[in-house]
């Protein structure tokens, strides 16, 4: 009687722990995966734009099918200029011009564009970085 007691009261614990196992490797795996986008975006990034001083990256999204992954990007430039936009990324990307720069009119929206548009160009320079994790870093 004891033993059936122990087994019942066993059998949701090892559950539990398999479900907490399984649970933590997803999340393990899903940081993983967003660092590798974020790094190769910062590169994307500084592959297209001149004078970024600072990337600040959040709210990453991505989807299994067909494996699109996009972000929120806040970039300041040297001259302590800052755009905020929402980004899609492709790890196979080298530069990234694309997006949707946020704005409460078109004509907020179209200044932005006309200011990234003009800073076309290469950041040599290392760079800060914020990523979504909270972490920072230099690239």
């Not at 059936?4 to 907490?20: D, N, R, T």
């Not at 709210?59 to 300041?76: A, I, L, Q, R």
């Not at 907020?108 to 909270?134: A, C, F, M, P």
């Amino acid at each position: 009687m004891k033993s059936k007691k122990i087994w019942l009261l066993l059998i949701p614990v090892v559950i539990l722990v398999i479900v907490g196992g399984f649970m933590l490797k997803q999340k393990m795996e899903e940081e993983k995966r967003n660092r590798e986008y974020e790094v190769s975006l910062v590169k994307a990034l500084k592959n297209s734009y001149a004078g970024i001083e600072e990337i600040r990256i959040s709210d990453p999204y991505y989807t299994d099918k067909p494996g699109s992954w996009s972000c929120d990007v806040e970039m300041k430039f040297k001259d302590n200029t800052i755009i905020s936009y929402g980004i899609n990324h492709s790890l196979d990307d080298k530069v990234n011009h694309d997006g949707v720069v946020k704005g409460n009119t078109n004509a907020e929206i179209n200044k932005q564009w006309e200011i990234l548009h003009s800073r076309e160009g290469k950041t040599i320079e290392k760079v800060i970085v914020y990523y979504s994790d909270n972490e920072k870093g230099e690239q």
